[in-house]
């Protein structure tokens, strides 16, 4: 399995190309869409899908553009797919910008499972920085969005967000899982359930 990641995205988010037998799904669009395609192209991949963790400006400024050179389909968790539509929910107002999104979206509630390549991919609804908030586990990966981050968990002050619920997806959806399994976050290096589980103190 191929995995590519790009973190030069706005705010420095990340953007993962994921890839198995030709096909790939790409999570997130923070990144410049001609750096993306790049990657696809050098590892000769069709994209099936742009999954979005949730709907912050950095995780999806690049949408239009991206669904635009892919044709791919779009999911998002269905309590942030408002965030596509609403410059203050999406946070692009406060930056100058009016950011919106319309194209076709399928929209997720959590616990899917569908294939890229013969690979299964598991959604997980992990509401807390925002209500939609997800993450993707992919065999003994999960890449989690702004949920959760080496040392650190994502903010909970902005719209929808909530400290209580962003503790109890982490403990109840993410932290049970064996230690071995490695996180890609939205921001920042991968990491490791069992090195959260000695290091994070905001667990």
Do not use: W
Not at 27 to 36: F, H, N, S, W
Not at 47 to 54: P, S
Not at 158 to 187: A, C, R, V
């Amino acid at each position: 399995m191929i995995i590519k990641c790009l973190s030069n995205g706005m705010f420095n988010s990340n953007s993962y190309i994921i890839g198995h037998n030709g096909e790939g799904i790409i999570i997130d669009a923070g990144v410049k869409t001609e750096e993306i395609i790049l990657v696809t192209k050098q590892n000769k991949l069709k994209i099936k899908y742009i999954i979005l963790t949730h709907g912050h400006i950095d995780h999806i400024c690049e949408l239009n553009h991206l669904y635009k050179e892919t044709n791919a389909k779009i999911l998002i968790h269905e309590d942030d797919v408002k965030s596509l539509k609403d410059k203050r929910i999406n946070l692009s107002f406060y930056l100058g910008q009016e950011f919106a999104f319309n194209g076709q979206v399928n929209l997720l509630k959590g616990e899917e499972f569908f294939e890229m390549g013969e690979q299964k991919v598991e959604i997980i609804h992990t509401p807390g920085h925002s209500k939609g908030s997800i993450c993707i586990k992919i065999n003994d990966k999960i890449f989690t969005g702004d949920t959760l981050f080496k040392r650190c968990i994502g903010r909970t002050d902005l719209y929808d967000g909530n400290y209580e619920e962003i503790i109890n997806s982490i403990n109840n959806k993410i932290m049970k899982l064996d230690d071995g399994i490695t996180l890609y976050p939205g921001h920042g290096e991968d990491t490791t359930i069992g090195f959260e589980r000695l290091n994070n103190t905001m667990l």
